[in-house]
């Protein structure tokens, strides 16, 4: 879990492995949502940064049509 001063220096945005290690799924499969699935996520220099928030809102909105999820290119490890 990142200290105080990690988190607000992200301003409350998680990393690529928190998101992969929050969803259980390799960075491959979250880059793979971010370019072909719409996943809300923000690059700032050479790190993508994601809001927990809008990521749980992604998640449930996209888990309603389970195949979306669940389609070859995005199988969980």
């Given at each position: 879990?990142?200290?105080?001063?990690?988190?607000?220096?992200?301003?409350?945005?998680?990393?690529?492995?928190?998101?992969?290690?929050?969803?259980?799924?390799?960075?491959?499969?979250?880059?793979?949502?971010?370019?072909?699935?719409?996943?809300?996520?923000?690059?700032?220099?050479?790190?993508?940064?994601?809001?927990?928030?809008?990521?749980d809102e992604w998640v449930i909105s996209h888990n309603s049509n389970s195949t979306s999820m669940q389609s070859p290119m995005c199988?969980?490890?």
């Amino acid at each position: 879990m990142p200290d105080d001063t990690e988190e607000k220096k992200n301003n409350g945005y998680l990393k690529m492995l928190d998101v992969c290690d929050y969803l259980s799924v390799t960075a491959e499969i979250v880059s793979k949502w971010i370019r072909y699935k719409g996943m809300p996520a923000h690059k700032i220099g050479k790190e993508w940064l994601f809001s927990q928030q809008e990521n749980d809102e992604w998640v449930i909105s996209h888990n309603s049509n389970s195949t979306s999820m669940q389609s070859p290119m995005c199988k969980k490890k």
